[in-house]
């Protein structure tokens, strides 16, 4: 049997996912990408062939993505990653037609066809309003652990809206609304819709059709998901662990690329 590897680093973690001949999904990796993203690949690539007891030598190509793929020296190729995104979402969905991918430092909508081709896109990458890095901010001004924004989205009742996009303005906000004493947990509810109403402007530029397929590492936020299907108005699919849809995707281009 033979191996095929796909490696996303991003600003914020770098993913590795390894296939099989089969397509079979045979294990991944996340960890964090540091300044040194060709680095942080090799160890996550040489941890997990260790765990799975490969070698090195099966592994026939090897494909990357993402942010830090042009400063990788070990891949065959590299591909975009609006286009691994699209290739990982139709191997687990193929029904999927519209995209959400939502990371540390950009935000994406991608409309896809029957095959997974890319069809449509836009992208938010201008600044950290709407992405990953956003609630991270806003979590150390909040004193808030950000795993918890799910929880506490889906028990709290009200929403205290944030009016700001801009991070830097965003926070000055926070603060503001700290000091009147507003309820931490309504802001976070609020946070999230910030959060979810980017995306949902993304998407309705290139029309929301349906199934819909959140990606990226906010995706494991449940309360960002939640407040999205609040504003489509239907419900949308997440992977199991939708951090790796991109490092996914340029597994099977390389398999495919073989």
Same mark, same amino acid.
Do not use: W
């Given at each position: ?11 914020? =973690?770098?993913?590795?996912?390894? !296939? ?12 964090? =990408?540091?300044?040194?993203?060709? $680095?942080?690949? $090799?160890?996550? !690539? @040489? ?8 070698? *090195?030598? %099966? ?5 990357? =993505? #993402? ?5 990788? %020296? ?35 909508? !991608?409309?896809?066809? &029957? ?7 836009? /992208?938010?990458?201008?600044?950290? +309003?709407?992405?990953?890095?956003? *609630?991270?901010? /806003?979590? $150390? ?18 929403? !205290? ?27 976070? &509810? #609020? ?5 979810? &109403?980017? +995306? ?13 397929? /959140? ?15 609040? *504003?489509?108005?239907?419900?949308? *699919?997440?992977?199991? %662990?939708?951090?790796? @849809? ?11 690329? +073989?």
């Amino acid at each position: 049997m033979s191996y095929y590897l796909g490696v996303d680093i991003g600003s914020v =973690t770098t993913k590795v996912v390894l !296939i099989s001949d089969k397509r079979e999904i045979k294990g991944y990796r996340i960890g964090k =990408t540091g300044i040194d993203g060709n $680095k942080s690949a $090799k160890d996550l !690539i @040489m941890e997990l062939l260790k765990d799975l007891n490969i070698e *090195l030598g %099966d592994v026939k190509k090897i494909s990357a =993505t #993402g942010y830090g793929r042009v400063r990788v %020296d070990f891949t065959d190729f590299t591909k975009t990653e609006i286009s691994c995104h699209a290739k990982g979402v139709n191997f687990l969905f193929p029904s999927a037609r519209t995209i959400i991918d939502i990371g540390g430092q950009d935000s994406k909508a !991608i409309k896809v066809g &029957k095959n997974g081709a890319v069809l449509d896109f836009v /992208m938010n990458d201008k600044c950290a +309003a709407g992405t990953g890095r956003f *609630l991270e901010v /806003m979590a $150390k001004v909040l004193e808030e652990d950000l795993e918890n924004f799910g929880r506490i989205h889906m028990q709290e009742k009200e929403v !205290i809206e944030i009016t700001n996009i801009c991070t830097v303005f965003a926070e000055s906000e926070i603060i503001t609304l700290l000091s009147q004493g507003k309820n931490k947990n309504s802001i976070i &509810k #609020g946070l999230n819709y910030s959060i979810a &109403k980017r +995306a949902v402007s993304l998407v309705k530029r290139i029309g929301a059709e349906k199934d819909v397929v /959140m990606t990226g590492g906010v995706a494991k936020n449940q309360g960002v998901k939640m407040a999205i299907e609040d *504003l489509l108005g239907f419900n949308i *699919l997440l992977p199991e %662990d939708p951090q790796i @849809m991109g490092a996914l995707g340029a597994s099977i281009f390389a398999l495919e690329g +073989a």
